[in-house]
Structures are given as structure tokens and as C-alpha cells.
């Protein structure tokens, strides 16, 4: 059975993260096919692991972000030749074995499935992790070649995250989760208002975000609304603890990716958040 993996990437540089070359033969695991997107052009040391390890690698244009690379390679390939398509991006770091979560996808017969999901605005499956059997492919083509990218992000998610579960749940394909939101149905964002929830359940992926705090300024207030905590050890201890086969070095994983906010920042961000939470207290409200 030939089965495809597409992985969206951003790269600073030119070297392969530590934590891709793990994600990635992770992958290879459990998928026949694997390219890997990029926008930069690669060094010798990450050319030689791709040609190691049997990955072919595509030079695309730096447009419509994960899933206008995504649209480029399916609007142009055979995706018949599949059974299963696999749409990954480089914005987590996968830190567990996948076994747990594809035996889940396998017995669970679902036409196609995530990791996590939302419901606000409209139910979808986020977009770091996504899986297709060969059943919706004909209708998941339709949707990428009839669906224009853009650089505008919010558009992007309205229009591709959102707009592909509700394109192919009107066609009458089932979908599901792996991870549960344990009833959670309020305006935050699932991934981060349940993250640790979610390492409990078994993810097996953690945002780079969260590991690199770097989080943008416009995300930061309602990261505090949220009474989020920003500290990366307290995930990654909550992880060694949950985590029973650990693939990541984490300080090794923290060499490749500079901090994104300094220690006045947190400090600052730490500030506002307890602000808030006395806030609420104090009118007697509750968060979500």
C-alpha cells in the first residue's frame, strides 16, 4: 500500500533543524512517500539526510503558507496512486512515536481525521496534522484546485482549515479527533486552552510556539485572557511525565530556534495576566 506524506516547511536558513530530521523519520515509519516543501535552498548536510533516508524534497514559492504548498504539489500529482494522504507542517515538534495515533486513525475508519479539533466559527480539523484516505480523494482534489490561496492568514484559515472540513463534511465524509477537548466549547483556541490536556491524552506533537515562546503580539492578549502559562518547562515536564518513549532532546531541539520573547516580555505578558485573572475575580466572572 503506498501511502503519501506532504511536509510544509519554513526554514530560516539552509540546515534541517534537529527537530524536523525527527519528525521526519517519524514519518517514514508510516508512510511510503514522503516530500518535504521548502522555500530555501537546502545545505549538503540536509541533502544527504533527505537522500539518506529516501525523501524527496520540493523547491516551492513562499505563497499561501502550509496550504498553498500543499495546493501545488496536489493539484499536480496522481493522488489515485494512494490510499492515504498525510498533510503535515513543520510548526511542532514531534516529541512521541506516531504508532499510537495512526493505530487510532486505522480502527477508527474514519474517511479522514487530525489530531485536534474546533468548533468555533464552524467545526474543523486544525491543520498541523491531517489525514485523507483514498475515499474523499477525488473530492479533496476538487477542493484544492477550486480554492485560491492567499497571503492573508486569517483568510487562509477561513478558507483552507475551516473551509476543507466543511467542504468535505457536506459531502457526507465522516471525520473525527484523536484528541478529546473534554467539552470545551468556549472562544479560545482548543489547542492552547487544552494543551495539557492534550499531552496527557498522548499528542505527540508540541507547537514551537509554546517550546520557543514565540508567540505574536497580537496572540499574547489573548494568550493572558486565556490565563495561559507561557513557561515551556512546564509543558515539557508535564510531557516527561506523560511520555512514556521519549524521540526529542528538548535543550537540543532549543538550540535551532532562537527565543522569541525575552525575559521582560514574559515578565511583562505574566503582568497582564494576573491583571485579568483579578480582574475576573473581582467581577465575579470566570473564564472559559
Known sequence: MKTLCLYASYLNGIGLPYYSNVYL????????????????NLDTDSISFFE???????????DGFDFGQWQKVIVNINLNEYNQLCLVNDS????APLDKLMNWFVNSKFDFCGLSESIFNKKHLQSYF?????STFKDLACFFESTKATNNIYQVINDFEIGLSQYLISKNYSCGAFLSNDG?????????????????????????KVLFSSYRK????????????????HYINII?????????????????????????????????????????????????
Do not use: W
Request: with cysteine; charged share 30%; proline share 2%.
Open 92 to 95: 511542532c515538534v514531534l516529541f
Open 130 to 134: 491531517l489525514i485523507f484516505n483514498k
Open 25 to 40: 523519520k517519524e514519518l517514514k515509519k508510516h508512510f511510503t512517500d514522503i516530500i518535504y516543501l521548502h522555500s530555501n
Open 184 to 208: 470545551y466549547a468556549g472562544e479560545f483556541a482548543p489547542y492552547y486552552k487544552c494543551l495539557e490536556s492534550h499531552i496527557k491524552q498522548g499528542s505527540p506533537v508540541i507547537k514551537k
Open 240 to 288: 516527561k511525565e506523560f511520555t512514556k518513549e521519549l524521540l526529542i532532546d528538548f535543550d537540543k531541539a532549543k538550540l535551532d530556534h532562537s527565543i522569541g520573547m525575552s525575559t521582560f516580555d514574559k515578565f511583562v505578558y505574566n503582568i497582564k495576566r494576573l491583571t485579568i485573572i483579578n480582574y475576573k475575580k473581582m467581577k465575579g466572572n470566570r473564564y472559559e
Open 218 to 233: 497580537v496572540e499574547q492578549f489573548t494568550l493572558a485572557r486565556m490565563n495561559f502559562n507561557i513557561n515551556a518547562d
Open 52 to 62: 539518506t533516508n529516501s525523501i524527496e524534497t520540493k523547491l516551492l514559492s513562499n
